[in-house]
Nanobody
Framework: QVPLLESGGGLVQAGGSLRLSCAAS????????MGWFRQAPAKEREFVAA????????DYADSVKGRFTISRDDAKNTMYLQMNSLKPEDTAIYYC???????????????????WGQGTQVTVSS
C-alpha cells in the first residue's frame, strides 16, 4: 500500500493559481511513476499530467499544457501540480496516483495506476 494524501485545493477566480500537493506517508515514492487525474461532476475521470520515476519525463493533457506543471520532490515523498491561468472548466476533484514500481514511466490511462488518493476539490469561478 502507498497511502496518498492530496492537499492544496480550494476556490479561486479564473486566471488565478493553485498548487496541489500529493504526499505519500510511510513509504518512499522514489521508485514510482506518478500522475494527476481529475473528475468533474457527471464526467469521467480524465488524465491531467504524469511524471516518470525520478522525474526525467513529464506528460500533460492538451487541455492543461502550458498552464500546469507537474513536479516531484522525492526527498519529501511529495508530488506537486502547479496550476496557473485557471479556467472554470478546470473545476473538478483532483486525484493523485502512483503506478506499480515495475513501471518507470508515467501513463495517461487511469487503469495503469495502482494506488490513489482521496482527492482534493478545485473550484474555479468565472
Amino acid at each position: 500500500q502507498v497511502p496518498l494524501l492530496e492537499s492544496g485545493g480550494g476556490l479561486v477566480q479564473a486566471g488565478g493559481s493553485l498548487r496541489l500537493s500529493c504526499a505519500a506517508s510511510g513509504r518512499t515514492v522514489i521508485r514510482y511513476a506518478m500522475g494527476w487525474f481529475r473528475q468533474a461532476p457527471a464526467k469521467e475521470r480524465e488524465f491531467v499530467a504524469a511524471i516518470s520515476r525520478y522525474g526525467s519525463t513529464t506528460d500533460y493533457a492538451d487541455s492543461v499544457k502550458g498552464r500546469f506543471t507537474i513536479s516531484r520532490d522525492d526527498a519529501k515523498n511529495t508530488m506537486y501540480l502547479q496550476m496557473n491561468s485557471l479556467k472554470p472548466e478546470d473545476t473538478a476533484i483532483y486525484y493523485c496516483a502512483v503506478r506499480n514500481p515495475s513501471y518507470g514511466s508515467g501513463s495517461s490511462h487511469a487503469n495503469d495506476y495502482t494506488y490513489w488518493g482521496q482527492g482534493t476539490q478545485v473550484t474555479v469561478s468565472s
